[in-house]
């Protein structure tokens, strides 16, 4: 092999291959799936994104969260475990609800980038917003995610939100988290005991006097704080900022694996 | 070499030889040199953010509250510096150099190298303070934002037409393994890269054919970019420094041959369960498991080589790196082969048992072998030797602790966490937590990582400082053949 023209050749046509195979021969298969329409009167799936759920896709692109969450679902041939009788089983993905059957390529025809990531150190995301519809349950986990699941290890998406003085009422985004989460967002705030003694001595017994509780004893100023973190602050709120209302909208516009479609039986 | 040469003859071609090679390196130094130090503060760059993120998903309060360090940016940034900036560069520092080496010709206008290593630089620079920013595009090794693709095509534009100048302008009549290797690296990638950029940023193709194009290009970078010029360079390196020919020539062409037609073919097997069609995932399994044929070849061909030498390994600093790569290769690659397996995939896939893998390839194998070539290459090209033996005992222990210690503790945690994930009883929150103690000793295996290259750069910087003692000319090796 001392000829350059050899392995020039030799390059070309072994990576052509792969090209063909891999690259253009998948472009042409899939390149042209339309929605699916199970008859006239049936709506077509799946859907573009639209408006802020659009904005949404680009947060969660520019943020890299599919390298913690997938959107793809597996078939019941894979994830098989072993149940309490012993008996082997398959199918966690779809035991986990991530979805109603596998994803195929046809769920994705308008994904743009198409997000299947690779890792799950969080679950998996394709029907999100089938699975959790709840808008104020999302924000508040990602303002904080400490404050719906004490172990998790996502980030906290506190500059999402923004927190800002009350003026006249509460708006109706305002997040409806205790003061522990919201007092310095992203992360578990407490009171100093210096802090926590001159409160109660300002309003300790006003305080007490609603749930009952001694702050004269050790036990019941401790469970007075408990309880006293837990209640929303008075004079501030916490609201999403754009990129908190699009990612929200992003994520319950997630309902990948929700319509059936022929070609994904298993 | 023909046998009735005389001492005197012999002595005269050993000088012949030796001012050509030095003629040879004076060509390179500039350029090379540019190359290799940016490599290394990409390094350093890469390690910092690896650190960040690592740390981050162990400690969810580390550094919270900035966008710019959120772990899914940090994450992103870490590749881009890791990957196009130091394994990249490295990469092309040692196409360069060999490929001048081994023609036995001087690089011509070396100057438009250092435009080349500018753009380089500017690219890796906007890629990884583009994401940081906001910008990341979430394509996995194509994280970079749009307007940094067009600097490193420019870049590599100029270096793939050097080195097939230099390789054209070949005084040597024999065409080594290395030089089919670099060949293949400076022609594939330019190629996988526009057409990824192209499918994926320029002209978006549908759905799912993003992510099949996705994977194609992203096992190709390690598969047809990195490995075979770290794998040319180790092909290089341990005929050298032992003073042996490589053991068989060809195994050598197996080797090549089995890669450049099986590796191309492997990428899918990222996608296995995923929805694409299932030919698919299936031709890359057996691309995959193909790859045992390459892989053994080279496996054999450089033991054989290194059969009776292993002792060496007590005194060359460049061959213990380049060494321990070459049998990180080996490893990776029937891992990975066995990896491609549906019931395999089934747990290892979306778990850290990937991540371990991915880093005994790219820092194990790939990594440790531009050690290598580093140890051996500055020298000859600022004309010192290494001032600190000891820095280099320092770097070669944290990185081969560090790699160890990173592999096997996600290896283990990670598979646990893909089976604990494959049964629907186990609650999320279990699996995260039980990962905690995996995730931290992997943060342990980061910062002695990152000690190591602390003290490759203190070495790097100190050489061409001017600090270490002169080397007295023509072919010296840390240990004289037969010596």
Redesign the interface.
């Known amino acids: 092999?001392?000829?350059?023209m050899v392995?020039?050749l030799?390059?070309?046509l072994?990576?052509s291959?792969?090209?063909l195979?891999?690259?253009l021969f998948?472009?042409w298969?899939?390149?042209?799936?339309k929605p699916y329409q199970k008859d006239e009167t049936d709506d077509p799936y799946p859907v573009p994104l639209q408006g802020l759920a659009l904005a949404g896709q680009k947060v969660?692109?520019?943020?890299?969260?599919?390298?913690?969450h997938?959107q793809?679902v597996?078939?019941e041939r894979?994830?098989?475990?072993?149940?309490?009788n012993g008996e082997q089983r398959t199918g966690?993905d779809i035991?986990?609800s991530y979805g109603q059957r596998?994803?195929?390529?046809?769920?994705?025809?308008?994904?743009?980038?198409?997000?299947?990531g690779?890792?799950?150190?969080?679950?998996d995301l394709a029907n999100i917003g089938v699975r959790n519809p709840s808008a104020p349950w999302h924000h508040t986990h990602l303002l904080n995610?400490?404050s719906a699941?004490a172990?998790?290890?996502?980030?906290?998406?506190?500059?999402f939100y923004t927190r800002e003085k009350v003026v006249g009422s509460r708006s109706d985004k305002a997040l409806s988290l205790g003061r522990e989460w919201t007092v310095n967002?992203?992360?578990r705030w407490k009171p100093s005991a210096k802090e926590w003694d001159a409160l109660l001595a300002a309003q300790g017994p006003a305080l007490a006097a609603q749930v009952g509780l001694d702050p004269a004893s050790a036990e019941g100023k401790k469970q007075l704080l408990d309880y006293w973190l837990t209640t929303p602050e008075e004079d501030y709120q916490v609201v999403p900022n754009a990129d908190g209302d699009a990612l929200v909208a992003y994520l319950l516009a997630l309902r990948k694996a929700e319509v059936p479609l022929p070609e994904a039986k298993e | 070499m023909p046998a009735p040469l005389t001492s005197e003859m012999l002595e005269a071609n050993r000088a012949r030889s030796a001012a050509e090679r030095a003629a040879i390196d004076a060509s390179c130094r500039g350029p090379v040199l540019a190359f290799a130090v940016s490599a290394v503060f990409w390094l350093l760059m890469g390690s910092v953010l690896a650190l960040i993120a690592s740390i981050k998903l162990h400690s969810p309060y580390f550094l919270t509250g900035s966008a710019e360090l959120t772990f899914g940016r940090v994450r992103m940034a870490h590749l881009q510096a890791v990957g196009i900036g130091w394994a990249s560069l490295a990469t092309v520092a040692a196409a360069l150099w060999q490929m001048c080496r081994l023609s036995r010709a001087e690089l011509i206008y070396p100057k438009i190298l250092y435009l080349a290593c500018a753009l380089w630089n500017v690219g890796t620079l906007l890629a990884v303070f583009g994401i940081i920013f906001g910008d990341g595009q979430s394509v996995e090794w194509l994280d970079a934002p749009r307007y940094a693709p067009p600097f490193f095509i420019a870049a590599l534009g100029i270096v793939v037409a050097w080195v097939v100048a230099v390789f054209r302008r070949r005084r040597e009549p024999h065409v080594y393994v290395t030089q089919w290797y670099i060949l293949g690296a400076v022609f594939w990638f330019p190629w996988m890269y526009l057409v990824t950029v192209f499918m994926i940023f320029w002209a978006p193709a549908t759905g799912v054919v993003q992510p099949i194009v996705n994977w194609w290009f992203g096992h190709n970078t390690l598969g047809l970019w990195f490995t075979p010029v770290a794998v040319g360079t180790a092909y290089y390196l341990i005929p050298k420094i032992i003073g042996r020919p490589i053991h068989s020539y060809y195994l050598s062409i197996i080797g090549f041959w089995a890669l450049a037609l099986f590796y191309s073919w492997a990428g899918m097997h990222h996608l296995i369960g995923g929805p694409i069609p299932g030919w698919l995932a299936s031709a890359s399994t057996v691309g995959s498991m193909m790859m045992l044929i390459p892989v053994l070849a080279v496996a054999i061909n450089h033991h054989m080589t290194m059969r009776g030498h292993f002792h060496r390994l007590r005194y060359s600093p460049a061959l213990r790196f380049t060494v321990f790569g070459a049998i990180a290769y080996t490893a990776v690659s029937v891992q990975g082969s066995f990896e491609a397996l549906k019931d395999f995939s089934e747990v290892a896939h979306f778990t850290h048992y990937t991540v371990a893998h991915a880093h005994l390839g790219a820092y194990g194998f790939v990594t440790m072998i531009y050690f290598g070539l580093f140890y051996y290459m500055i020298p000859r090209l600022t004309g010192r030797e290494w001032a600190s033996p000891l820095l280099i005992r320092v770097h070669f222990w944290c990185a081969a602790v560090g790699i160890t210690v990173y592999f096997v503790a996600l290896s283990i945690g990670g598979w646990w966490q893909g089976r604990m994930m494959n049964n629907p009883d186990v609650p999320f929150g279990k699996i995260v937590t039980y990962l905690l103690p995996y995730l931290f000793t992997r943060s342990v295996a980061g910062v002695l990582l990152t000690v190591g290259h602390l003290a490759f750069a203190v070495s790097f910087i100190m050489n061409l400082a001017g600090w270490g003692k002169r080397r007295s000319g023509g072919p010296t090796f840390f240990v004289e053949p037969g010596g």
């Open positions: 092999m001392d000829r350059g392995i020039f030799g390059a070309l072994t990576f291959s792969s090209w195979g891999l690259v998948p472009f298969q899939l390149g042209g799936e969660y692109q520019n943020n890299g969260c599919m390298y913690c997938t793809q597996r078939s894979f994830g098989n475990w072993w149940d309490a966690a035991r986990r596998r994803t195929v390529s046809r769920d994705y025809i308008y994904d743009n980038p198409t997000m299947l690779t890792m799950r150190t969080g679950p995610p400490r699941n172990w998790s290890i996502m980030p906290s998406f506190a500059f967002p992203g992360y």
